[in-house]
């Protein structure tokens, strides 16, 4: 079974909006960081896996029906990024 790809810009636009606004309240501008996500085929959306890198550093999230910005904010709060 072959995995499918996604980038940033394939995200819904509320989880695209989301992960901005995230960004801009930690200091940080969505340019500096790599997001993508993958997901199985016949795999529903919300099930999708959501990768996001900032140089060596990279953190994988279940997208739960957005609950991946909410993981994301906290490693972000805990300066997993930094």
Do not use: K
């Given at each position: 079974?072959?995995?499918?790809?996604?980038?940033?810009?394939?995200?819904?636009?509320s989880?695209?909006?989301?992960?901005?606004?995230?960004?801009?309240?930690?200091?940080?501008?969505?340019?500096?960081?790599?997001?993508?996500?993958?997901?199985?085929?016949?795999?529903?959306?919300?099930?999708?896996?959501?990768?996001?890198?900032?140089?060596?550093?990279?953190?994988?999230?279940?997208?739960?029906?957005?609950?991946?910005?909410?993981?994301?904010?906290a490693?972000?709060?805990?300066?997993?990024?930094?």
């Amino acid at each position: 079974m072959e995995t499918m790809r996604f980038r940033y810009i394939d995200l819904p636009i509320s989880d695209r909006a989301a992960f901005e606004l995230v960004c801009a309240r930690h200091g940080f501008a969505p340019a500096h960081f790599d997001v993508s996500a993958s997901a199985a085929p016949g795999e529903p959306a919300h099930e999708r896996v959501v990768t996001v890198r900032r140089g060596d550093w990279s953190r994988s999230y279940r997208d739960r029906h957005g609950q991946w910005i909410r993981q994301f904010e906290a490693d972000l709060t805990f300066r997993f990024f930094n």
